[in-house]
Structures are given as C-alpha cells and as structure tokens.
C-alpha cells in the first residue's frame, strides 16, 4: 500500500470533487438504509390487516426513496469516477514527461514494450483503483456502519448471531489479498514480457520475412502469451473463490436470522416485519462483503502497477546541469571545443571506448573522423551534446565546461543527423521543422535544397506535404539521411554533426551536400564521421580513431603523407572505385 500512497497528491489535486462525490455516496447510502425500515414496517402493516390504499402509500414511499437513492449513485458516478479518468490523465503525462527527460542509459537497459506495459496497462490498473476502488471501498464501508447500527439498534442478539461468519470472512479476506498480491506482481511482469515481444517483431518485421521467420515468430508469442494466460488463470482462481465464499457466508448468515429470528417471533420479542428487515439488511451487507473482495482484487493489481511506475519516476537523469551558469546564451557558444583527457566507458562495463581523447575543435572549421567499425566515433560525437558523459576528463565549448552549460542551450546550439534516422508518421515538412513549433516553409526548402533533397521533392505528389509513413517506411534510404540532414540544418545550428550521414547517398550528391554546407554554413563548426576518407580529404582537419584514442591526426594530405592506416584505408577505398568504374 505504501506505492499508492504516492496518489495521495493527485487526489488532494481534485480533492473538491471527491468529497462532492462522498456527499452523493452519504445520500445514497442513507437512502438505501431506509426503504428495508419500509420494508419492514408494511409487512408488519399486512400481519395486521392493513388496506389496499396503505400498501400504495408503502410502495410509492419505497419507490421513491429508491429512485433518489438512483439519482444519487449517478451523480456519484459522475463525479469520483471522471476523477479518476482525469487522475489517469494527469498521472499518465506525469509519466510520459518524466521520461522525456531521462538520459540515453535508461533506455539502454529498458526495453520499450516494457515502458509500453507501464504506460497502458499499469496505469489503466492504478485507475481501476482510484475509480471503482475508491467509490466501491467508500460505499462499502460507509454502508456496513450505517447497517450495523441500525441492526444492533433493532436487536442485539440476532444482530451478534448473524454477523458471527464475520470474522471467517476477515480472515479469508487477508489470505486472499497476500496470494492474490504475489500472483498479481508475476502477471504484470508477464504482461511486460508480451508488449516487448511484440513491439520488437513489428520493428522487426522486415527482417522476419526476409527469412521466412513468420513461424518461428508466432511459435515464440504463443508461449509467452500462454504464460501470460497461465499466470492470469492462476490469479483468477485466487480471485474465483472470493465471491462464491462470499455469498454461501452471507447465505448461511440469513439462515441463522431466519431460525433464531423465528425463535424470537414465536416468544413475542420480535415481529416478521423486522426478520424482513434483516433479512433485506443482510443482502444489502452481501454487497459490501462482495464489492471487498473486488476492492481487494483492484488493490492488488494497482499496488504492483504503481510499485513499477513508481520505480521510473523516482528514477533520476545521470546527464545533469552540474552549477549551471544560466547566463550563457545559445549565440555566446560560438568558440572552440575542446576535449581534455576524455575517456569513457558504460557504467556496466570496464572496457574503455575512448581513451585520453585530447582535441581542439576551432570555431567554423571542418572535422573528418574516420577508422574502423567499432573504433567510438559516434560515442566520441555523443558526448558533445552529452547523449552520454565521459568517464574521465572533461569538453570544454567557448572556454565553458560542458557541464555548467543548460541542457537546452546546449543542445539548441547542435544540429545531429546519424546514419539510422528516426522519422515520424508525418509529412515531409514536418519532418525537417521538427525543432520548432511553427514550421516556416522557405526555411524548409532552403534545407532540403542543401541536403539535396528539393529535386526529390518535386517529384512527389504532395511535395513537402507527402506524409512518409512509420519511421519515413515511403521514401528510400538516402533520402531518409537526407532528411535528417536537412532537420539538423533546420536549427541553423552553431556545430552540425553528421554521423556517418551519407552512408546511403550516392558519391555525387554527398560530394554536391558537402560543398553546399562549405557554401552556406561557414560560420558553423561541421564535424562529420565517414568511412569514406575520400569524403573528408578537403576538411580542415582530420582524425583517425584506433582502440579509442587518436592514432593519427592532420589534413588529408598529411595523412597520406603518414603512410599509415588512414593511408591504408585510402588505397584500399581507390582500389574499389576503380573496379567499380570497371564494372
């Protein structure tokens, strides 16, 4: 329960409306407490004698405290459970905000149809729990103090005598609420597992009919999913004992009024009317035993759920504004950038991706980094924006450690495109604006223009309308890149880094982009990876990445000059044009 406690600022949040809702449930319990009285009191009347016109007035007397009592479970309705559609709303962007801003580790580790599985099911439990469970748990107990009164206050005796089942129930209450808790947990875990698999086969699903995997796949859910039914069969045997438990204690509980109220008519110290009003009091009384059992189960599910949600918000970003000097402005990050002895490494490994890094990046000029599959260029790249931190050492930018530099500003002042580009199920437009809010059509175009994308473009139906589909599925693979690259550029960033951007762009047009970008964005640091060194040899300055650290360092003549690996890799890449040409 200690989980839940967390909602506790939620509903203080609509805390009017639920006790609206608490004055609505009062009135209807109140109500539903005196029509058994009524009850009561005209079969009392037909024993006597009574005529045709009192039984008339007995039943419009009972019809419209039942109607009342209707109007008022309405209203109760309305009010706690659209609080708890507007808890779920409210908890559900809490959520969903809170992972906006956590680092790039968390999502190394989570997978997302697990977060998924929080995001839906999770909360959708927790709602059950602050609709249904409040409203039921309020009804329940609220009913249960205003029956018992009025029982105890018509006869003790019977009253002691039909609530003896009472305790037999609390405690198979508590052994039901600790086996169906543990079940409850396994269930949620399940369900986690199923929305992982399936979001990864969607994602997949290319790669499953390229080789005819379609079986395996479906053999590999219909197990998970069979655990999954397994472990909600198992919770709902738990929970299937709960009600015919309920009624046969509620029954046997109607049998002791019946024999020892009858006992009691025939002494004189009772009449029929009030075994009637016991009787109808005691089925009023099922329903909370039942509705606890209910209650319980909603508890049950609810607990885990927040318990996981729980565990996300509390998690905090590792990627934070370390005394920030919240002066800085985007436009005063024009300087050099400069790493000293960086070093990195995962938090859950020890191998070093970078070693002892030592490079100055001057204001507007161009840096190629190249080397082999597996070397930390992105990694090397990623810490600028801090997507990661380094382990040791530090970036300066301007003379500002990273660090002390906001978050916003930081990034705002990067423009990044990699070699798998996300796009969204959005248009073209949309795409390339994406790092704004109002989407300025010639900026659009001057972009796509320098990515070289415009000529595509134009050939398109809808032009910069065209909707691309799910993770741009319509468009082709360079122009995917192409779009990421005009996105990047977009932002008119002070530092645009292209990773590895051109892998899927034909050599005249990546030689066409980066003359553009020469032209056109001079007065903004370009860093760009390439396998390709022919890609790089009119930078400034360029890089070559061994085992993590710089193994050769220069301009594209100097490198060759070196006669080393990049002079290794240039050859070889010559070799290969040739043939190609041959072919």
């Not at 994602?203 to 379609?214: C, D, F, H, S, T």
């Not at 980066?514 to 964005?521: D, P, R, V």
Request: proline share 3%; net charge positive; with cysteine.
């Amino acid at each position: 329960m200690k989980h839940l406690l967390t909602l506790i600022p939620y509903l203080k949040k609509y805390r009017t409306k639920l006790i609206l809702g608490f004055v609505f449930i009062s009135c209807s319990i109140a109500l539903q407490s005196i029509y058994p009285l009524l009850i009561g009191s005209a079969v009392d009347s037909i024993t006597r004698g009574t005529q045709p016109l009192d039984l008339l007035i007995y039943s419009l007397k009972i019809i419209s405290v039942v109607l009342f009592s209707g109007l008022f479970l309405f209203l109760t309705r309305r009010t706690i459970i659209v609080t708890s559609r507007e808890i779920e709303n409210d908890l559900r962007l809490d959520f969903f905000s809170h992972l906006q801003f956590l680092s790039k580790d968390f999502y190394d580790k989570k997978s997302v149809g697990d977060i998924m599985a929080h995001a839906t099911n999770d909360i959708n439990n927790v709602r059950n729990f602050l609709g249904p469970g409040i409203m039921y748990s309020s009804q329940t107990i609220l009913r249960t103090i205003i029956t018992l009164s009025i029982v105890f206050s018509i006869s003790i005796k019977i009253s002691l005598i039909a609530l003896a089942p009472l305790p037999i129930i609390s405690f198979f209450v508590y052994k039901v609420m600790k086996s169906a808790y543990r079940r409850s947990v396994k269930v949620q875990e399940a369900f986690s597992h199923l929305t992982s698999r399936v979001q990864e086969d969607f994602l997949g699903i290319r790669l499953i009919k390229a080789y005819v995997r379609e079986d395996y796949a479906i053999n590999k859910f219909y197990n998970i999913s069979r655990d999954y039914q397994n472990k909600n069969l198992k919770l709902a045997l738990i929970e299937s004992y709960s009600f015919p438990m309920m009624f046969l204690l509620s029954g046997f509980s109607m049998i002791l009024v019946i024999y020892f109220g009858g006992i009691e008519v025939i002494k004189g110290n009772f009449s029929i009317g009030n075994i009637a009003e016991f009787l109808v009091y005691l089925v009023q009384l099922t329903w909370p035993m039942i509705a606890l059992g209910w209650v319980i189960n909603l508890v049950q599910r609810a607990a885990p759920s927040m318990a996981r949600i729980n565990s996300i918000l509390n998690t905090t970003s590792t990627i934070k504004t370390t005394h920030p000097k919240i002066h800085i402005k985007e436009p005063q990050i024009k300087g050099d950038i400069v790493f000293k002895d960086v070093s990195f490494h995962f938090p859950d490994s020890e191998r070093w991706i970078l070693k002892n890094i030592n490079l100055t990046i001057p204001y507007s000029s161009t840096l190629g980094i190249t080397g082999r599959v597996g070397e930390g260029k992105t990694t090397l790249v990623s810490l600028i924006p801090r997507i990661y931190d380094p382990t040791n050492g530090a970036i300066f930018w301007n003379g500002y450690n990273i660090r002390e530099i906001p978050l916003d500003v930081l990034r705002n002042s990067i423009g990044m495109a990699t070699q798998l580009s996300l796009l969204f199920s959005d248009t073209l437009e949309k795409n390339i604006a994406y790092s704004s809010d109002k989407v300025d059509s010639k900026r659009v175009e001057y972009c796509a223009k320098i990515a070289g994308l415009y000529e595509d473009v134009k050939a398109f139906p809808d032009k910069f309308k065209t909707v691309i589909g799910e993770r741009g599925v319509l468009i082709s693979g360079g122009q995917k890149q192409r779009v990421a690259i005009a996105r990047a550029l977009y932002k008119n960033p002070e530092c645009l880094i292209l990773d590895d951007s051109f892998s899927a762009v034909d050599t005249q047009t990546e030689k066409e982009i980066l003359q553009a970008l020469k032209t056109n964005y001079q007065n903004s640091t370009q860093i760009v990876i390439s396998h390709r060194v022919l890609t790089l040899q009119n930078f400034d300055k360029i890089i070559v990445l061994q085992n993590g650290c710089i193994c050769e360092e220069g301009t594209h003549q100097q490198l060759l000059e070196l006669g080393e690996l990049y002079y290794s890799i240039y050859q070889k890449q010559l070799i290969e044009e040739e043939l190609k040409e041959v072919n």
